[in-house]
């Protein structure tokens, strides 16, 4: 073949499945399951959104608002603090959102620094862009994030400096403090990504406003998305903050029609039903309790999260307790820290589904 691939492209893998609930029904024979892989919402979406959907959803042949006008106006009603349109950019994911900054700013050669473990997609948007990732690990045990060392590996082609806050998967936050060392000690030539998608969740005084910044017109932009909070993980819809003359830049990636018109009623909806949105933050909070009391009960180790899942620690390989646990109904998944193996990711699920898990999870103890 003749066709002339981009190297960049080929770099990065394909996108593949996990196994589907309804695989799971099938092969272990189980009636409920509960996937708590994933970090959705355990409430899942706001009545009010599933209505306003399916109202839209049977005007399907017709195109959707030419632009994001409307969703953005709703955002900037509901953040206030002065922020307005031109301060967001509306996109079919949190996914997308990063994919509009790694098209925008990286070419090959210029550097990404990250800090791993964290979510996988920043590798990604990195080698799409012919980026070179740098990372500056947590700290060990703590999974304390290193703002020093981050200063410390910018250099004349770093152009990214991407932060999950809270952090994907250890659950824990880049602090106010740090976070007022790091924007203030990048120089100008960089952005700093703030992927907040988990931002609903946070319960600790000490989550950085990076609002503010924005709003100072700092080199930053933030990351949001529909599908956890809201609970609208399947509609595929997130936004980014960003100063006014960096949002106008990055909106120049999006397509006419971008949003579908399902996307955008549902978001209209989900932003006006703000009691929907308390009720599943309080369910996450309530449930994660619940589930630190079970682990001291196992005495098993975790890690206090401020997002909707938790890390904990099992006396043998994690791989092998997700694949028993199918048999149970039960998805979870393996942390991913390649120097933990034995350490589970868990999604706080309802409480029928919180209750399965351990359920479960103690009688695959009882066997090791």
């Known amino acids: 073949m003749s066709l002339r691939f981009n190297p960049n492209i080929l770099a990065v893998p394909r996108m593949r499945n996990m196994i589907s609930k ?13 996937r708590m892989s994933y970090n959705e919402s355990p409430l899942g979406p706001s009545p009010k959104a599933i209505a306003a959907m399916q109202k839209t959803a049977v005007s399907l042949g017709d195109y959707s608002d030419f632009s994001d006008d409307r969703l953005r106006q709703a955002l900037a009603e509901t953040f206030g603090r002065g922020l307005s349109t031109e301060h967001f950019v509306c996109s079919t994911s949190g996914f997308e959102a990063l994919e509009f900054v790694g098209r925008a700013f990286l070419q090959p050669g210029d550097e990404v620094i990250v800090s791993h473990p964290t979510f996988n997609v920043y590798n990604r948007l990195a080698r799409m862009g012919g980026a070179r990732l740098v990372d500056v690990p947590l700290r060990p045990e703590t999974f304390a994030f290193d703002v020093d060392g981050i200063l410390a590996a910018v250099t004349e082609n770093t152009r990214l400096v991407i ?3 809270p952090n994907n998967p250890t659950g824990n936050l880049l602090t106010t403090a740090q976070m007022e060392q790091l924007v203030n000690g ?3 030539h960089v952005l700093l990504v703030a992927d907040e998608v988990y931002f609903h969740f946070v319960d600790s005084p000490d989550f950085p406003d990076s609002l503010q910044y924005v709003l100072d017109g700092r080199n930053v932009v933030i990351i949001h998305t529909f599908s956890k909070g809201y609970g609208l993980a399947g509609l595929r819809l997130g936004y980014a903050i960003a100063p006014p003359e960096i949002a106008d830049y990055l909106g120049r990636l999006q397509r006419g029609f971008h949003l579908n018109g399902v996307a955008i009623a549902g ?4 932003l006006a039903d703000q009691e929907h949105l308390q ?8 449930q994660k309790r619940w589930l630190y009391g079970q682990y001291d009960r196992l005495d098993l180790r975790y890690w206090p999260s401020e997002t909707n899942f938790m890390l904990v620690e099992l006396p043998g390989a994690a791989e092998a307790v997700c694949q028993k646990l199918l ?6 998944r393996p942390a991913g820290i390649a120097t933990m193996p034995n350490v589970l990711r868990v999604t706080v ?15 695959i ?3 090791w």
């Open 279 to 286: 009720k599943n933050v309080a369910l996450v909070q309530a």
């Open 349 to 363: 699920s309802t409480p029928d589904g919180n209750e399965t898990f351990i359920n479960g999870l103690e009688e």
């Open 327 to 332: 048999s149970y109904g039960v998805m979870v």
């Open 186 to 188: 990048l120089p100008d």
């Open 365 to 367: 103890l009882r066997q």
């Open 267 to 270: 978001g209209l909806a989900a």
């Open 163 to 165: 932060v999950c806050n």
């Open 22 to 34: 309804e695989e799971v029904q099938a092969q272990y024979g189980v009636e409920k399951v509960y």
